[in-house]
């Protein structure tokens, strides 16, 4: 496996995690997070232990997040940054409470002080993240965690003290009258260690420095571990969701195959005796049918231009057949030719307005195929001329076609589509679909994983 991501360029470690599309790029969690799919081939980033890695824990977990934050400076500068950042805004409100009781006392002096006492956190900080991370609290092992946070609650207060006891701001020199280091004689230059000092600093900051600062921090880890971890399985249930959809797509689009091409073989018998040349034209025809549907193999989104050449092909099948029985016409706004349709979406409706509309008249009829915009959604309508059917039965589910065309837009669209069966008052049948207008922008297919990220965002 490979040893660095190819997103940010970033370590991929022996004891961290990596995700991998099927051409083998290789990312980190940070990355897989901001892509979700492989940003060079599209394909589905799948996670994978690297070494002896195995992510079964919360303490694993928990591992690979520090290893997925694999700029370690970034916390660092984060920590200097924050707690700087609170050094100057306490400096400033104490250098102000000074200003209005008309004490004389220098910003300088303020801010020193002030960056004596909480500046000094900056360094230990992210040990106590790295601390949390390694070893999360939960209602499982909090009794046997509880000493090692005790412990380095305390290691953090001893090691604050020491590093406040350094700077020249730590305690106040009462013989010189001024501030002085706990650890260096500045007018001697020389080590001068205060232990009444040191051990006054210690009791007076125990208690603030763990309930203040150390469980403060310890919690903010925990925060962003828990955050990073359901945003993962947010993450890992929608590409379930978007393979689960996939795959009742295919399904649904596996029906529909056979059922035009039985219909179309059906057509193809029946001229078979009665006008041989007729169907030796509508097998050819078939034969360019079949070599496009194979070229949409693993497709489920194209172009509304793409799917009207699809229909064309069909219909000339058809025509073969009705002869001057069968008019087409065609109604389709310019705008709408590079919308994005699901495949075979209007062949079913194309192929019931055949079969239950025009071959039911002697003297043949007409069907219309319209595609225009509506209030940014994408209007479809197959009509026929035919003699209908009861309007009662409107509100059926209709055959394998419709059916499997509801199906597949409600996977696709959810709620933001419709499929209107209607009699017109002029007489035949109406198929009216409306579904979300998306223009290809030059692509011919759209991955599956953007309706589904786009449905649930």
Request: aromatic content about 8%; some cysteine.
């Amino acid at each position: 496996m490979k040893s660095n991501c190819e997103g940010c360029g970033g370590p991929l470690w022996s004891e961290s995690v990596a995700y991998v599309c099927s051409h083998e790029c290789t990312f980190c969690p940070s990355c897989f997070l901001k892509h979700q799919n492989c940003p060079h081939c599209g394909g589905e980033l799948v996670r994978r232990a690297r070494g002896n890695a195995v992510i079964t824990s919360m303490e694993d977990y928990a591992s690979d997040v520090l290893t997925d934050i694999r700029r370690p400076w970034l916390i660092w500068v984060v920590s200097f940054a924050v707690w700087g950042f609170l050094s100057l805004v306490a400096a400033l409100t104490i250098w102000q409470l000074y200003r209005s009781t008309d004490t004389a006392m220098r910003f300088t002096t303020t801010l020193w002080l002030q960056l004596s006492q909480i500046l000094t956190y900056a360094p230990l900080t992210p040990l106590v993240f790295t601390l949390a991370i390694r070893h999360p609290l939960r209602r499982d092992n909090w009794r046997r965690l509880a000493p090692l946070y005790l412990a380095g609650g305390v290691a953090f207060c001893i090691m604050h003290v020491a590093l406040r006891a350094l700077t020249p701001y730590a305690v106040w020199d009462q013989k010189h009258h001024e501030w002085g280091s706990a650890l260096w004689d500045s007018h001697s230059h020389g080590m001068k260690i205060q232990w009444p000092t040191l051990k006054s600093l210690f009791f007076y900051n125990l208690v603030d420095d763990i309930t203040g600062t150390f469980v403060p921090i310890v919690l903010i880890a925990h925060a962003i571990a828990y955050y990073r971890k359901f945003r993962e399985r947010e993450i890992r249930a929608a590409q379930l969701e978007g393979q689960l959809a996939k795959s009742h797509l295919q399904s649904l689009k596996s029906q529909l195959q056979p059922h035009f091409l039985f219909n179309t073989m059906h057509s193809i018998s029946a001229l078979m005796l009665t006008d041989v040349q007729a169907a030796d034209r509508m097998i050819t025809r078939l034969g360019d049918l079949l070599r496009m549907n194979l070229e949409a193999a693993g497709i489920q989104i194209t172009t509304l231009s793409r799917e009207l050449d699809f229909v064309n092909c069909y219909l000339a099948i058809e025509k073969i057949r009705f002869e001057e029985r069968l008019n087409i016409c065609f109604d389709i706004a310019p705008e709408t030719l590079d919308a994005q349709v699901p495949l075979l979406l209007l062949q079913p409706l194309v192929d019931n307005a055949v079969k239950h509309g025009i071959s039911r008249l002697r003297e043949g009829g007409e069907i219309r195929i319209s595609a225009s915009l509506r209030n940014d959604n994408l209007r479809l309508e197959v009509r026929d001329n035919g003699p209908g059917f009861e309007c009662p039965e409107i509100g059926q589910e209709g055959g394998l076609g419709l059916r499997v065309t509801r199906e597949r837009l409600a996977t696709l669209y959810g709620q933001d589509q419709s499929v209107e069966l209607t009699c017109p008052p002029e007489g035949g049948v109406a198929v009216l679909v409306h579904i979300p207008f998306r223009a290809s922008a030059g692509k011919i297919d759209t991955p599956l994983a953007e309706l589904v990220w786009e449905r649930a965002g």
